[in-house]
C-alpha cells in the first residue's frame, strides 16, 4: 500500500488547483493508492483535484470551515496492520508520543500524520512514526512555490516513510529537507538525511521510490 501525504495546500488562493505548481504534484500522486490531506484545505476544490489519483482522506485544519463527505477533525485508519491517525496540529510536536497519542487519538495508533506548522518533520520515537508534510504550496511559510510531500509504503511488518521534495519552483527553491525511515518488526532499519542530495521529484520518467 502506497500512501501520498500532502497539508497546508489553502487553496482556493491565486492558484486554480495544484496542477498551477507545475506537473510534479501530478505525477507524484498518480503513483499512490490512497492520499491523506492533513488539513488547511480551506476549499474542497483542491480534495476533487486530489481524488482524480487516488481516493482522499482528509483531516480538519483551523482554517477549514467547511463540510465534505472526506472530511473530519480527526481520522483514524487500519491499513496492512498499521494504525495510523491524522488531525491537523499536534504541536509542540517534541512531546512523548504517548501523551500526544492520548491527548489527540481515541486509541492508540502507530503512525501519526498531521501538519499546520509548513515545516515538514520525520520522526521514530517510543515506537510511534510521526510524519508532517510540510506544506506542498507554502513550505516553511515562504510565498507559493513547490514545496514537501510524504509517502508512506506499508507491509504488514514494516514502514517505509518519506519526505520529498516536489522540484524547485524557478527563482523560488524549494526549503524542504528530505528525508527517510524504514522500521521494520519495531526496529528502525534506516534513518537517512542528506543536506546535499537534491531528491526532488523527476518528471523525466516515472517516479519510483528505490
Do not use: C
Not at 81 to 103: C, D, F, Y
Not at 172 to 193: A, H, I, S, T, Y
Request: hydrophobic content about 40%; aromatic content about 4%.
Amino acid at each position: 500500500m502506497r500512501i501520498g501525504i500532502i497539508t497546508d495546500t489553502h487553496l482556493p488562493n491565486i492558484l486554480r488547483d495544484l496542477s498551477d505548481l507545475g506537473p510534479e504534484v501530478a505525477q507524484f500522486f498518480s503513483t499512490v493508492d490512497l492520499i491523506l490531506h492533513s488539513g488547511d484545505i480551506v476549499g474542497p476544490a483542491v480534495l476533487d483535484w486530489l481524488e482524480q489519483f487516488a481516493p482522499v482522506v482528509a483531516a480538519l485544519g483551523n482554517n477549514d470551515v467547511l463540510e465534505d463527505r472526506r472530511l473530519a477533525p480527526v481520522q483514524v485508519l487500519d491499513i496492512a496492520g498499521w494504525r495510523i491517525g491524522m488531525v491537523h496540529s499536534l504541536v509542540p510536536q517534541t512531546r512523548p508520543m504517548a501523551e500526544m497519542n492520548a491527548k489527540h487519538f481515541p486509541t492508540p495508533v502507530d503512525i501519526m500524520v498531521s501538519g499546520h506548522t509548513h515545516f515538514e518533520l520525520l520522526d521514530y520515537r517510543e515506537g510511534v512514526l510521526h510524519l508532517n508534510s510540510g506544506s506542498a504550496v507554502f513550505p516553511h511559510h515562504k510565498e507559493i512555490r513547490l514545496g514537501t510531500v510524504g509517502l508512506l509504503e506499508l507491509s504488514p511488518s514494516r514502514v517505509h516513510a518519506e519526505l520529498l521534495l516536489l522540484g524547485h519552483t524557478p527563482g523560488r527553491p524549494n526549503p524542504g529537507r528530505p528525508k527517510v525511515l524504514q522500521v521494520q518488526d519495531g526496529q528502525l532499519l534506516m534513518p537517512e538525511e542528506d543536506p546535499g542530495q537534491d531528491t526532488a521529484v523527476d518528471t523525466s520518467e516515472p517516479w519510483t521510490v528505490s
